[in-house]
């Protein structure tokens, strides 16, 4: 079998062994991103849970605004939250661009019952990952790191 040409995380172009262990996932978000799919591409990589795999497709994706102009769903929008700012030790600068496009997203007053029930827990955690993250101080890094926490904080403040 001939080996899979997904690029790594980074957006390097070698294959990187995490991204090997979620073959079938590479593939398949492959796929949705050709038809376009892109709510639906997310929900896939959000639910292999991992962060190699989700970091790789935000690294298809040309802008969250992409993202966020084909989906409206907030367990998404919360999901990608939750999972980005789990680890920011790697992809530090997109997980962060990410999250400060993101979080603001967020509704307030969310209509579902699981994000009622758990949007307050997932934002303490996100805050507070941002807040020990050590974040390198590299172009883009400081502005898109001051924005995710501080949108973490008002969206918390809003839940409150």
């Not at 966020?68 to 530090?92: E, G, K, M, N």
Request: charged fraction near 15%; aromatic fraction near 4%.
């Amino acid at each position: 079998a001939a080996a899979v040409a997904a690029p790594s995380a980074d957006g390097g172009e070698g294959v990187s062994p995490q991204l090997m262990a979620h073959f079938t996932t590479i593939v398949e978000l492959q796929q949705l991103l050709a038809e376009h799919k892109l709510e639906q591409a997310f929900a896939v990589a959000l639910g292999a849970q991992s962060l190699e795999v989700l970091a790789w497709l935000c690294t298809r994706v040309a802008a969250p605004q992409e993202l966020l102009a084909a989906c409206s769903s907030q367990i998404i929008f919360a999901s990608l939250v939750q999972q980005l700012a789990y680890d920011l030790s790697s992809s530090t600068g997109l997980k962060l661009l990410w999250l400060s496009e993101v979080l603001p997203t967020l509704s307030p007053h969310p209509t579902d019952a699981t994000m009622r029930a758990n949007a307050h827990r997932i934002l303490q955690v996100v805050g507070t990952n941002l807040r020990e993250a050590r974040v390198p101080n590299e172009d883009g890094h400081s502005l898109a790191y001051s924005r995710a926490v501080n949108a973490a904080a008002r969206m918390l403040a809003q839940y409150s």
